[in-house]
């Protein structure tokens, strides 16, 4: 079975720096998709970004950036430029490329954003 | 952009109650899933649908049953209910599934408390 875990579950950066989340997972297939989704206080589940695995570039979403890495079975969230409405807990997911529906979550990452 | 919609947004109910979750996908969406994350948890699959038919069982009790309606609007049924299943549930759309990399769409969700 797949698993995805977070070790950070709370970080805090100052506002305007660069922080990174850290995610790995478990798994024995070859394709899959990774994401990583922002849940704000009001509760949301908003997708920041996402990664096929078959792609070696990164992915990239104006300030957010990963860095896959399938060997290691890591993918790690970049944050540049924080914001205070960066703020939030970030999950790190796994989906399988075989036909499950399933989303896998980590435990999340609770991001505190210092002014 | 239209979202996915669920309703109610919170709804109370005591111990042995019933009680039934709504979701309305994004328009032309025909795939719906279902996710419970308990407090300060990470959201577990429950159950998917496409085309109207189940295709992904995940945690899903007995007690919990769900539907997908012609309209491609869901229903979660609940009974019975127990403490352990206060939790917030959200309901997911994509356009697709499988081995498409559509990213599920998630709604604001519907926050469940047992009294």
């Known amino acids: 079975a797949q698993t995805v875990t977070q070790s950070q579950p709370e970080m805090s950066v100052q506002e305007a720096e660069t922080v990174t989340l850290s995610c790995t997972y478990d798994t024995s297939e070859s394709d899959y998709y990774l994401f990583w989704y922002k849940q704000p206080p009001s509760r949301q589940m908003i997708l920041v970004i996402r990664q096929e695995a078959y792609k070696q570039q990164n992915a990239t979403e104006n300030r957010f950036s990963v860095n896959f890495q399938k060997a290691a079975k890591s993918f790690s969230l970049k944050i540049s430029d924080s914001q205070l409405g960066d703020a939030a807990m970030y999950f790190c997911?796994?989906?399988?490329?075989?036909?499950?529906?399933?989303?896998?979550f980590g435990k999340g990452t609770r991001l505190h954003i210092l002014p | 952009a239209a979202g996915v919609i669920q309703s109610p947004r919170h709804l109370i109910k005591e111990k042995r109650e019933t009680a039934t979750l709504k979701c309305y996908p994004i328009p032309r969406h025909d795939t719906v899933y279902w996710y419970q994350q308990g407090p300060g948890q990470d959201p577990q699959f429950l159950i998917s649908?496409?085309?109207?038919?189940?295709?992904d069982k995940g945690s899903i009790p007995d007690r919990f049953s769900a539907q997908q309606f012609s309209d491609y609007h869901s229903e979660l049924n609940m009974s019975s209910l127990e403490l352990g299943d206060s939790a917030l549930y959200f309901c997911a759309s994509s356009l697709g599934r499988g081995t498409g990399n559509q990213p599920q769409h998630f709604g604001d969700g519907t926050r469940l408390s047992i009294l």
């Open positions: 997911a796994y989906r399988s490329a075989r036909g499950e529906d399933k989303i896998i």
């Open positions: 649908f496409y085309e109207k038919m189940q295709s």
